[in-house]
């Protein structure tokens, strides 16, 4: 199925920037950032103007970065593509950040930003902590990091095995996870980790690299430690390291329990001894793995039918998307692993990146990333840049949200017994991912209050993290890849500290769904107008728009670990 794309319509702020600007090089930049410096303010409505201007100039950047990044990750073999990216990187953005940071502070300092209608209150917050804490020194530093990260990036993306006598991707290994035959899963899953392990000390030295580069950043802007400066960075107004530190200890006690709880269970089924790591994906009643579609077309096609039926608008802006220009969904070699949603904000149109290989797990990212899509169209007409995102532990509750909401229309996809297995497995996975999350945020805790650890101090402090938060699983004769389970998670070398916010995010999605247990339209129609705020507002009035608290404390997660524990109850295993 293919439509017309509906990516069309919207009333930029500005038409000064030219609509087919180059933004490829400084040069062509250098003249519009130059306007923008030498303006006189002698009003609110001059003020005003600039800001409109300069937000649709942060826009072509904004999208020449963008497709420059999709570009890379879908072919990380492609030199011209990653020069490209790295060229851009380095020769034009740093020149970038030193003009809008002389904006902020003509905006941020102008005797009529007090004047300014109550709209900016958000936008003057953020830019005043961007003030606080630039410093020029950084600018290298974080050009440096981007590089290193890349190379991660090129390292992952060049993975696969062979295995049975082909050669596959790691996305494409995970289905034999799914195997009935325990012998299949643990060749799968030890083939796999092997590889993993042959670059293992590549990634402890990139890391070392971003850790050390983060703490001079750090250090450059007074800060003791890169973990306090990077709270504030991620401009964290709402809650405090403190408060993650709390959001740990309520895992700790409500959830892990519960999630051990299901591993003796998985554990018995399977009729185990013990559970050990390729024991994890099977299907307790030694059924085949579900496969809700055949290929990345099918996917979509299928996805676009639930989500018309769970909202007719969500669903015609999935069905947009399908024009050819804003998916690439199928695994295959050179592809960067994960996925992601990237809204081109010039044309505001959004691109979805993954690694589908027919999997139950690739419809779950599908309609996660769907639901970052929804937010980006739902916020399009916001003529600010700035509020055309929004904060990330609201920005995952819009994708994780769509996780759940479409559980009642996964016959799409499915009979209803597969259905209902796919809605248990659905909520035994996030069981699974709220310690996991715990797990990744408190080790950076650890990493970047440690400044001068080993590699084999990290080792240590990872594995009692892994003791606190991790699965019942037997680990004999797996010790290495045990040791390195913390370096399959890609954040922790590209966007350190962004991952606590999908605990938090969890935690309002699960609140909408337990609305929709009881009125479908009740969570819907807030969670829309959530969503059409983009990033206007604090989140804790984003979480109450969208008829949710904004709230990670123990008493909200053990509540939500007895909806969900009496739901799983209530379907079979």
Same mark, same amino acid.
Request: hydrophobic letters at 40%; one cysteine or more.
């Given at each position: 199925?293919?439509?017309?794309?509906?990516?069309?319509?919207?009333?930029?702020?500005?038409?000064?920037?030219?609509?087919?600007?180059?933004?490829?090089?400084?040069?062509?930049?250098?003249?519009?950032?130059?306007?923008?410096? #030498?303006?006189?303010?002698?009003?609110?409505?001059?003020?005003?103007?600039?800001?409109?201007?300069?937000?649709?100039?942060?826009?072509?950047?904004?999208?020449?970065?963008?497709?420059?990044?999709?570009?890379?990750?879908?072919?990380?073999?492609?030199?011209?593509?990653?020069?490209?990216?790295?060229?851009?990187?380095?020769?034009?953005?740093?020149?970038?950040?030193?003009?809008?940071?002389?904006?902020?502070?003509?905006?941020?300092?102008?005797? *009529?930003?007090?004047?300014?209608?109550?709209?900016?209150?958000?936008?003057?917050?953020?830019?005043?902590?961007?003030?606080?804490?630039?410093?020029?020194?950084?600018?290298?530093?974080?050009?440096?990091?981007?590089?290193?990260?890349?190379?991660?990036? $090129?390292?992952?993306?060049?993975?696969?095995?062979?295995?049975?006598?082909?050669?596959?991707?790691?996305?494409?290994?995970?289905?034999?996870?799914?195997? =009935?035959?325990?012998?299949?899963?643990?060749?799968?899953?030890?083939?796999?980790?092997?590889?993993?392990?042959?670059?293992?000390?590549?990634?402890?030295?990139?890391?070392?690299?971003?850790?050390?580069?983060?703490?001079?950043?750090?250090?450059?802007?007074?800060?003791?430690? *890169?973990?306090?400066?990077?709270?504030?960075?991620?401009?964290?107004?709402?809650?405090?390291?403190?408060?993650?530190?709390? *959001?740990?200890?309520?895992?700790?006690?409500?959830?892990?329990?519960?999630?051990?709880?299901?591993?003796?269970?998985?554990?018995?089924?399977?009729?185990?001894?013990?559970?050990?790591?390729?024991?994890?994906?099977?299907?307790?009643?030694?059924?085949?793995?579900?496969?809700?579609?055949?290929?990345?077309?099918?996917?979509?096609?299928?996805?676009?039918?639930?989500?018309?039926?769970?909202?007719?608008?969500? #669903?015609?802006?999935?069905?947009?998307?399908?024009? #050819?220009?804003?998916?690439?969904?199928?695994?295959?070699?050179?592809?960067?692993?994960?996925?992601?949603?990237?809204?081109?904000?010039? =044309?505001?149109?959004?691109?979805?990146?993954?690694?589908?290989?027919?999997? $139950?797990?690739?419809? =779950?990212?599908?309609?996660?990333?769907?639901?970052?899509? *929804?937010?980006?169209?739902?916020?399009? $007409?916001?003529?600010?840049?700035?509020?055309?995102?929004?904060?990330?532990?609201?920005?995952?509750?819009?994708?994780?949200?769509?996780?759940?909401?479409?559980?009642?229309?996964?016959?799409?996809?499915?009979?209803?017994?597969?259905?209902?297995?796919?809605?248990?497995?659905?909520?035994?996975?996030?069981?699974?991912?709220?310690?996991?999350?715990?797990?990744?945020?408190?080790?950076?805790?650890?990493?970047? =209050?440690?400044?001068?650890?080993?590699?084999?101090?990290?080792?240590?402090?990872?594995?009692?993290?892994?003791?606190?938060?991790?699965?019942?699983?037997?680990?004999?004769?797996?010790?290495?890849?045990?040791?390195?389970?913390? $370096?399959?998670?890609?954040?922790?070398?590209?966007?350190?500290?962004?991952?606590?916010?999908?605990?938090?995010?969890?935690?309002?999605?699960?609140?909408?769904?337990?609305?929709?247990?009881?009125?479908?339209?009740?969570?819907?129609?807030?969670?829309?107008?959530?969503?059409?705020?983009? #990033?206007?507002?604090?989140?804790?009035?984003?979480?109450?728009?969208?008829?949710?608290?904004?709230?990670?404390?123990?008493?909200?997660?053990?509540?939500?670990?007895?909806?969900?524990?009496?739901?799983?109850?209530?379907?079979?295993?």
């Amino acid at each position: 199925m293919t439509t017309a794309s509906p990516f069309v319509g919207f009333s930029p702020a500005s038409d000064w920037v030219p609509a087919h600007l180059d933004a490829s090089r400084w040069t062509n930049l250098e003249p519009l950032f130059n306007d923008l410096r #030498g303006r006189v303010i002698d009003s609110a409505a001059t003020l005003e103007r600039l800001i409109m201007d300069r937000s649709e100039l942060d826009a072509a950047v904004a999208e020449h970065l963008a497709n420059l990044y999709i570009a890379t990750t879908r072919d990380t073999g492609d030199t011209a593509r990653k020069d490209a990216y790295l060229g851009f990187v380095r020769e034009v953005l740093p020149h970038a950040k030193r003009a809008g940071a002389e904006l902020d502070r003509l905006i941020a300092e102008s005797a *009529f930003a007090a004047e300014l209608p109550g709209h900016f209150e958000v936008y003057l917050r953020s830019m005043r902590r961007e003030i606080e804490l630039y410093r020029e020194a950084n600018i290298a530093l974080q050009t440096e990091a981007a590089e290193a990260d890349q190379k991660v990036n $090129q390292v992952m993306g060049a993975w696969s095995v062979t295995f049975d006598g082909r050669e596959h991707t790691l996305q494409h290994m995970a289905k034999y996870q799914e195997s =009935t035959d325990r012998d299949i899963r643990e060749r799968a899953w030890r083939a796999v980790s092997k590889r993993r392990i042959q670059d293992r000390a590549t990634l402890d030295s990139s890391y070392d690299a971003l850790i050390g580069l983060r703490q001079r950043m750090a250090h450059n802007a007074g800060y003791e430690n *890169f973990r306090d400066f990077q709270h504030q960075n991620m401009q964290r107004f709402d809650y405090s390291v403190d408060d993650c530190l709390e *959001f740990h200890d309520a895992i700790a006690t409500h959830v892990v329990p519960l999630r051990r709880e299901l591993d003796a269970q998985r554990s018995n089924l399977l009729k185990l001894d013990a559970l050990r790591p390729w024991d994890l994906q099977v299907d307790v009643c030694g059924r085949d793995a579900l496969v809700p579609f055949s290929d990345g077309q099918d996917l979509v096609e299928r996805s676009v039918r639930a989500c018309q039926r769970l909202d007719p608008e969500l #669903g015609e802006i999935l069905a947009g998307l399908n024009d #050819g220009h804003c998916l690439d969904l199928d695994s295959r070699k050179g592809k960067a692993p994960g996925g992601y949603q990237y809204q081109r904000q010039r =044309t505001r149109r959004p691109f979805i990146f993954m690694n589908a290989s027919s999997q $139950q797990r690739d419809l =779950t990212t599908m309609v996660h990333e769907a639901g970052h899509a *929804f937010h980006s169209q739902l916020s399009r $007409q916001e003529p600010l840049l700035a509020y055309r995102e929004s904060p990330i532990e609201f920005a995952e509750v819009a994708s994780m949200s769509m996780e759940l909401l479409v559980l009642p229309y996964l016959d799409e996809f499915y009979s209803e017994d597969h259905a209902n297995r796919h809605r248990r497995g659905q909520l035994e996975r996030i069981i699974d991912v709220l310690p996991w999350v715990a797990a990744i945020d408190c080790f950076q805790h650890w990493i970047y =209050t440690h400044e001068g650890h080993t590699t084999a101090s990290r080792t240590r402090a990872w594995l009692d993290i892994d003791r606190r938060f991790g699965s019942a699983v037997d680990w004999s004769d797996c010790t290495e890849a045990r040791d390195t389970q913390w $370096q399959r998670q890609g954040h922790l070398y590209g966007s350190p500290f962004y991952y606590i916010e999908y605990g938090i995010a969890q935690l309002g999605a699960l609140q909408l769904w337990a609305i929709a247990q009881q009125d479908e339209r009740a969570a819907i129609d807030p969670y829309k107008a959530a969503l059409s705020l983009g #990033g206007s507002r604090p989140l804790p009035e984003l979480f109450a728009a969208a008829g949710i608290e904004f709230s990670f404390s123990a008493a909200m997660i053990g509540r939500l670990m007895s909806v969900v524990r009496e739901e799983l109850a209530s379907l079979p295993a």
